[in-house]
């Protein structure tokens, strides 16, 4: 498939389960017509670790930040909303997020699982920064605009 954008970024583990661990990897993202994938690229062999696709994403936006510590290199985060997960993925610079950000809402415009809303900020250490939710799955607090 055609690809709209490649580039090495950092992601946030998913944790998907109660006991996956808070880690940060770098990988590299791909992103076509169909999907969001990321391998790992410094397997000898280019590894694919995770794939979305794109008709099931809800909600793709940057991440407000003020002032917590980031704890990778990449300071400028955006969120991926898809099904239950929320995939974190930081970029390299604002310019390059900017990239991500906007190729992926065009290519969900027309999804019809677009959320009307979603959360500004982090979920981390057990609640959303910014509404204090202590519910992952609670509705989001803002309005979203693709
Ligand atoms: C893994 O940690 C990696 O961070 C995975 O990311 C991540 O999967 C796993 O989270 C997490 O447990 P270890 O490598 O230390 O085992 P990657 O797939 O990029 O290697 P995600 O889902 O974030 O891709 P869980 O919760 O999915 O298991
Ligand atoms: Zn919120």
């Known amino acids: 498939a055609e690809v709209l954008l490649e580039e090495k970024l950092i992601k946030r583990s998913q944790q998907k389960r ?3 661990p808070l880690n940060y990897k770098e990988r590299l993202f791909v992103l ?3 999907r969001l994938t990321y ?4 397997a ?3 590894c694919r670790r995770g794939s979305i696709e794109l008709s099931r994403i809800r909600c793709a936006e ?3 930040n003020f002032g917590e510590i980031i ?7 955006f969120q991926v909303v898809y099904d239950a997960s929320t995939l974190y993925v930081f970029a390299p610079s604002h310019n390059s997020r900017s990239h991500w950000v906007q190729s992926l809402k065009e290519e969900i415009k027309d999804n019809p ?5 979603f959360h500004p900020q982090f979920w981390q250490e ?3 920064l910014c509404c204090r939710q202590a519910e992952k799955q609670a509705p989001g607090c803002e309005e979203y605009n693709l």
Not at 113 to 117: C, N
């Open 18 to 20: 109660r006991t996956s």
């Open 32 to 34: 076509t017509k169909s």
């Open 39 to 42: 391998y790992d690229g410094k």
């Open 44 to 46: 000898e062999k280019k």
């Open 62 to 64: 940057i991440v407000k």
């Open 71 to 77: 704890p990778c290199q990449n300071k400028y985060p």
């Open 113 to 117: 699982v677009v959320s009307a809303k």
């Open 126 to 128: 057990g609640a959303w």
